[in-house]
């Protein structure tokens, strides 16, 4: 399963998410102007890479089934 590029790049994605929640969370724990400015944006971003990843891992899912991998 490690060989296979779609689970590198699927685990990749959801690295991405985990690393934008954690920015929104440090930013949201800050507060001040720039979290006041970003919020919705970095949500949006939060959203749309999250929506990625879950593409990407109904993909992996569904090829490994169709494999039989």
Excluded at 13 to 42: D, P, Q, S, W
Excluded at 50 to 57: K, M, P, Y
Aim: proline share 1%; charged share 15%; net charge positive.
């Amino acid at each position: 399963m490690l060989n296979d590029p779609l689970f590198i790049v699927a685990g990749i994605a959801v690295l991405a998410v985990l690393a934008i929640l954690m920015f929104g969370i440090g930013t949201f724990a800050k507060g001040g102007e720039f979290n006041k400015r970003n919020a919705n944006k970095i949500m949006r971003w939060r959203i749309g890479a999250q929506f990625v990843a879950v593409l990407l891992i109904l993909l992996f899912v569904f090829i490994r089934r169709q494999t039989g991998g």
